[in-house]
């Protein structure tokens, strides 16, 4: 029986919406999902090479971000990037950063994000995998 | 199984997963089945309650059978067989 496959629209470029991501590709990876990511707009930024290990900045509830991340380190949680390598590691997930959004960052080549990227696509790839997909997000 | 059955069981491969959070215990536990046989045994140790009821619906969805779980101090035995 084929792979079932799951597309997610990631958007976020924050820590917080960043590590659930992180949670829900633990759980495609878990049940052996086919997985595709398509990095857009400010999640771009956080996957820029210069970026990724630093970038602390929390979208919701942000007057607890220094809680929130006292948190992930008292849970023993990955790092967002370390979840999403496991995912890579345990299932078929592939990495693609939007063009248009690699550009808002100046990020041209595929070699200006942390090497958990597969490619740079357009945003025709994400529609012929989001209308084949059996789970489809957006975060 | 009851609870005497459960405690009763020879497990093959133990799973200590009780250092992570949602979805830790979940993946080690994916991790470990590959170093198990058809018809071994396996029991993952899990302080998080979300574990509890996740491993149950992963042994349906992946075929394996769903034993029970051991309540203990702090944390849940939970078994399954390949």
Redesign the interface.
Known sequence: MANKKMTLALFSGSVDKLTAAG?IL??A????MDVEIFVLLQAAFAFKKENAMTNERVAEITDKQDEFLASLKR????HWTEAFR?AKE?TNVKIHICGFAGKVWHGEKLEDFIDLADDICGIGEYMSAAETSDINLFI | MTTEELTALTVDKTVDAR??????P??A???AIGEIEKGQIMEVLSADEGTRR?IPK?CT??GFEYLGTLEESGYFKIFLRK
Do not use: F, I, Q
């Open positions: 949670v633990g759980g990876a878990a049940e052996d849970l023993n949680a990955p496991n345990m | 250092g992570t959070s949602c979805p830790g979940l993946l536990a994916k991790k996740d992963w969805k992946k």
